[in-house]
Nanobody, 124 residues
């Protein structure tokens, strides 16, 4: 099993920055990809960004390209999401997820493990 704990959410104004963290514990050696998804009220959970644990290859949703950056610290088993130029549309609960399969998946049902989520609210 892998346990994921997110932190760093909060209330910010449009144009501000925020950094989310996701600390992994347990059978972390089985993780191949870690990702961030988000879910706004009344909407489906959507892919935000992902990173391969080995090699560091990344992928982003078009809506966040150029504004968000995903990174990892292997020594700390932690993945980060740096969010810049935040917009009201970025308001959502952000979830960290871990996959044990091949490639970088952008669909939520590929991910085996999930954190509890952290709220990000951007006021306009």
């Amino acid at each position: 099993q892998v346990q994921l704990v997110e932190s760093g959410g909060g209330l910010v104004q449009a144009g501000d920055s925020l950094r989310l963290s996701c600390a992994a514990s347990g059978r972390t050696f089985s993780m191949s990809t870690m990702a961030w998804f988000r879910q706004a009220p009344g909407k489906e959970r959507e892919f935000v960004a992902a990173i391969r644990w080995s090699g560091g290859r990344t992928d982003y949703a078009d809506s966040v390209k150029g504004r968000f950056t995903i990174s990892r610290d292997s020594a700390k088993n932690t993945v980060y999401l740096q969010m810049n130029s935040l917009q009201a549309e970025d308001t959502a609960v952000y979830y960290c997820a871990a996959d044990t399969g091949w490639g970088i998946a952008t669909v939520s049902n590929r991910y085996n493990y999930w954190g509890q989520g952290t709220q990000v609210t951007v006021s306009s």
